[in-house]
């Protein structure tokens, strides 16, 4: 398989597609979000999508993919960021025109349930995407100054053609190391509800020879351990090179008898017997500090004792 297109880099500037693949954003929330990225010299240009509502929906299936492809084809776009997630992005995946967007390559950034299109468009259009923040991370009132600065410095480092990268989490969102080691692979995966959702289907992750980064959000613990043994059962944990676990946000065990094992246990003992470095809650996914990791790029991971970390030795951008 040939090298992964690198999309163009983001500068000051920059004119950036706001496109609602799933849910739509309120409006308050959304010119808020707005502010903050044009306080960074960024132009906004909201897609139709950003004004459609169809019960939860932001419009019809085929008005959302109408909406993404246009802003791919619109040659004064420069990158392409989500408003959210929720659900619905499975009913416009198929409507995507991939080769269009494989000869039209531009930055397009989301996570939770822009995962499936994380892994679509860089599996079916060879492009470099990425798992980062959305307008909704910045619409929250309550998220604070430190988390916002840390969002919007990785998310800048990453898209502005930076090369060796660090990526360390933060004191309030503090990695563990729960295998040691080192590892230096493309990187794959997101949200883990919508890795499985492609498991035996034609979209299904191809995990050999990746690093797999993996994070949820409301999930009880023994569904988490569910999900990840559907996981191993499929064969996709098989031939990894690493594993991210992300923050695992409101993750429960609400009955009356506990489940007995924590976040990083379910982990170690699916991943027993599996010789490769393994970190968890770095700071990517649901919680207020995200990264931002570029899918099917290159990376490095270093899971040490005391400060494990991920270096993005070239950029992901040109």
Known sequence: MSLPIKPKRLQV????????????????????????????GYELVLGKSTQYRENRFAGTPQQRADDIMSMFTDESIDAIICCRGGYGGNRVLPLLDYDVIRTNPKIFVGFSDITGFLCSISQQSNLVTFHGPMLTTFSNATISKTAIEYNIKTLIQVLSGESNIKLYSPQECPARTLKTGTASAPLLGGNLCLIIERLATQDQLNTDGCILFLEDVGEEIYTFERMMLHLKNSGSLDSIKGLIIGEMVDITDKHDVSFGKTVDEVVLSVCEGVDIPIISNFPCGHGDYQSTLPVSHCIELYANETEPYILIPESPVV
Request: net charge neutral; charged share 20%; glycine share 8%.
């Open 13 to 40: 500037g920059s004119r950036i597609g706001i496109v609602n693949p799933a849910y739509w954003l309120e409006t308050d929330k959304l010119q808020h979000a707005v502010k903050v990225f044009e306080s960074l």
